[in-house]
């Protein structure tokens, strides 16, 4: 394999950069998602609906987590952003989490959308859509709605396929 791009080539060059820049993006929210993906199945252990979040800061760090813990807190407030939010808002000292990015393994409810809105995230990724309750373009669209005064940036389906595997899995367990 060639990891030098031709010396003699500036379009090579380009080209190569462009690549490692497109791979590095790429991997970098593969990479976080794996990690909110291992986080969502620490809520099995409790019964709670196995989401989970992560808030990474402008540098690449990861400053927060959360799963969701209503089951475990009986707190209906307790969802995997929200406790990732409040983690990530304690480890800096401040509630203004602008230029971050959160990585949550499901579609945000309408309370979630808000209060990622109300912390000024700059960016959203998320794995499986909900098409009973998302907020974020399934059945509201409260992060990119004209009239909000905040725009957070949205990047879904990151990981779709493990997201929605995890939850189906749960619900079928569940229901036996
Ligand atoms: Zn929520």
Redesign the pocket.
């Known amino acids: 394999m060639q990891l030098q791009p031709a010396s003699d080539s500036v379009s090579n060059l380009l080209s190569f950069l462009k690549c490692r820049k497109a791979a590095y993006l790429a991997s970098n929210f593969e990479s976080e998602m794996g990690t909110a993906l291992e986080i969502a199945k620490r809520a099995l252990t409790t019964n709670d609906v196995p989401v989970g979040a992560v808030v990474i800061s402008p540098d690449g760090t990861v400053i927060g987590t959360g799963m969701n813990r209503r089951e475990v807190d009986n707190d209906p407030t307790a969802?995997?952003?929200?406790v990732a939010l409040r983690a990530a808002s304690s480890a800096i000292n401040t509630w203004r989490l602008d230029g971050h990015t959160i990585v949550v393994t499901l579609e945000?409810?309408?309370?979630?959308?808000g209060a990622i809105a109300q912390a000024r995230i700059k960016t959203l990724v998320f794995g499986a859509w909900d098409t009973k309750a998302g907020a974020v373009g399934s059945v509201w669209d409260v992060l990119r709605d004209p009239r909000s005064p905040h725009r957070t940036e949205v990047i879904a389906g990151i990981r779709e396929a493990e997201c929605t595997e995890l939850l189906s899995s749960f619900f079928k367990d569940f229901r036996k």
Request: net charge negative; charged share 10%; glycine share 0%.
């Open positions: 969802h995997a952003e929200i945000p409810c309408a309370m979630c959308a």
